[in-house]
């Protein structure tokens, strides 16, 4: 008989698909929710919003007391599950996603609460050998995590370029909290029989997601001495620093290796699509280098070869970490600035609306309220109108007349131009002598 799965994390399960990272329905994932949430939370949660909800929010939407839905939320922090927030006066919750969220935060726990065994060989099923998950949620763009490069492998030249969201060191000297906790991508390996024998104790948050870890005991506070020495241990060792993709208020950096790192797993494997390089690449200088390949064992990604003796260097594959160059004993490698640099938001909001727009989700974000049909009923209306050819769309904002829809239509084109024909020619008979006119 095959595994039985309640509705209610049936719905827990299309609530977390509502938002830009998805979460693919399969039996292995009912089974970690089921872990890591129970039914009562499922079903609760199921009807809470994608963004910041507050405990006075809550308790309407559950029909509580301010009193239960608060104690109800603060479990949910407790576990991991959701992140805890001061919003003004109010106290406020955010669920944090599956990857870089509440997947990670379940494995940290020390304290017995879970079985981090079991829920690790059910996170390795689900993303290491179903591995659509970790395909979709890799492949959004924005990308939800970047490469950040070794400083000191820098030419001279490059350092001078450097901009402070792109250093390790700067997101420590800058944070208001640090914490650091178990590494979940080798922690859960470990329980494979995979993982290799890099420290694990250096996943370190910062911030706001600091401050909730803390505060629950998922996460040890640490002084930002503290964090830069374990920076430096870990850049010694060769580990790839690997962060939240945003310019400020930086979420996470992990110490990462190419053989247990789900982000480089998953990076070499779909071939390069997720997009979580570093604006920065090594350059060989041929007159020096004794062709020893060290820089092509040590490359985290395998973007180096040798050919006739000499390292080659995929510039395409490589994600710009510095650490060929770290372990190149002549100084044949010096990390440069690329010339195309990658997008990097300027914050989470950003990342959220732009990626929600690209995924074709934003409506999910804009009508939130999952008990009223008749947000239902919108959410379906402004996906259809966003996902319309020009023409098409032109045709139904004239008929809408909203200059609402038209600006999120136009918001939306301009990220998903790749994938629809040119804006409107206004002299195709349907549009003719239609073109709006603002109000």
Not at 75 to 103: H, R, T, V, W
Not at 184 to 199: F, I
Not at 286 to 299: E, F, L, N, Q, R
Request: positive net charge; contains cysteine; glycine residues 6%.
């Amino acid at each position: 008989m095959g595994h039985k799965t309640s509705k209610s994390y049936f719905s827990l399960q299309s609530r977390l698909d509502k938002s830009p990272q998805g979460a693919p329905a399969t039996e292995t994932l009912f089974k970690i929710l089921e872990i890591l949430f129970t039914e009562k939370e499922a079903a609760l949660v199921s009807k809470l919003p994608i963004n910041v909800v507050t405990v006075k929010k809550a308790a309407k939407i559950w029909k509580k007391t301010e009193k239960e839905a608060g104690e109800i939320l603060n479990e949910l922090a407790d576990k991991g599950l959701f992140f805890d927030i001061q919003k003004g006066d109010d106290q406020a919750y955010l669920l944090a996603p599956p990857m870089a969220g509440f997947f990670e935060f379940s494995i940290m726990r020390t304290d017995g609460k879970f079985d981090r065994k079991i829920l690790s060989e059910l996170f390795h099923q689900y993303m290491n050998v179903e591995d659509r998950f970790v395909k979709e949620s890799l492949s959004i763009d924005p990308s939800i995590a970047r490469t950040l490069v070794h400083e000191d492998t820098l030419s001279e030249k490059a350092q001078t370029e450097i901009l402070d969201y792109e250093k390790a060191s700067k997101v420590i000297d800058d944070a208001t909290c640090v914490t650091v906790g178990t590494c979940y991508c080798r922690h859960k390996m470990e329980h494979a029989g995979k993982a290799c024998d890099m420290p694990q104790d250096v996943c370190l948050t910062f911030n706001g997601p600091a401050k909730s870890l803390a505060k629950h005991g998922i996460a040890k506070e640490i002084s930002k001495d503290e964090a830069r020495k374990i920076l430096k241990k870990c850049v010694d060792l060769g580990l790839v620093q690997i962060g939240d993709n945003v310019q400020n208020r930086v979420g996470w950096i992990c110490n990462c290796c190419g053989c247990c790192c789900e982000a480089i797993l998953a990076y070499k494997k779909l071939g390069t699509r997720p997009a979580i390089n570093s604006n920065y690449f090594p350059e060989l200088k041929p007159d020096t280098c004794t062709g020893c390949s060290v820089c092509a064992i040590k490359c985290p990604v395998d973007a180096i070869e040798m050919v006739e003796k000499k390292p080659k260097i995929d510039v395409q594959k490589c994600i710009g970490c510095g650490v060929c160059s770290r372990f190149c004993n002549f100084d044949s490698l010096t990390m440069e600035r690329r010339d195309d640099t990658r997008f990097v938001p300027t914050d989470a909001f950003e990342r959220f609306v732009v990626s929600a727009i690209k995924e074709g989700k934003l409506q999910n974000l804009i009508f939130d309220n999952y008990n009223l049909w008749t947000f239902d009923l919108f959410r379906r209306m402004l996906k259809v109108i966003l996902e319309l050819k020009p023409i098409h769309r032109r045709l139904a904002d004239q008929q809408l007349r909203s200059r609402y829809i038209d600006k999120l239509s136009k918001l939306y084109y301009k990220f998903n131009k790749g994938n629809f024909e040119a804006e409107p020619d206004y002299s195709h008979p349907e549009l003719k002598g239609k073109k709006q006119v603002s109000k």
